[in-house]
């Protein structure tokens, strides 16, 4: 059974979301709902690793080392 939700979600990221569920031919829900079970999901990181990651690409400045973020960059998410 669904359960109606309210939340707030910067707006920026819910124009990528409708943006999503219009190429898929899919519906807001859907897309939020199954971004949430992945966050949820086995192959999510723990939350010292979400922190960790954080720290690394959310503060300023970014405290990544250069290499690491070439790694980033370069590696191809269609292979994960």
């Known amino acids: 059974m669904k359960q109606k939700i309210g939340t707030l979600i910067e707006e920026d990221v819910m124009r990528h979301a409708k943006r999503r569920a219009a190429e898929e031919g899919r519906s807001i829900s859907d897309i939020i709902q199954d971004a949430l079970m992945q966050y949820l999901g086995k192959e999510a990181a723990a939350p010292k690793q979400r922190r960790i990651a954080y720290h690394l690409f ?19 998410m269609w292979d994960l």
């Open 58 to 76: 959310c503060e300023r400045p970014m405290r990544i080392p250069p290499e690491q973020l070439l790694h980033v960059l370069e590696e191809d």
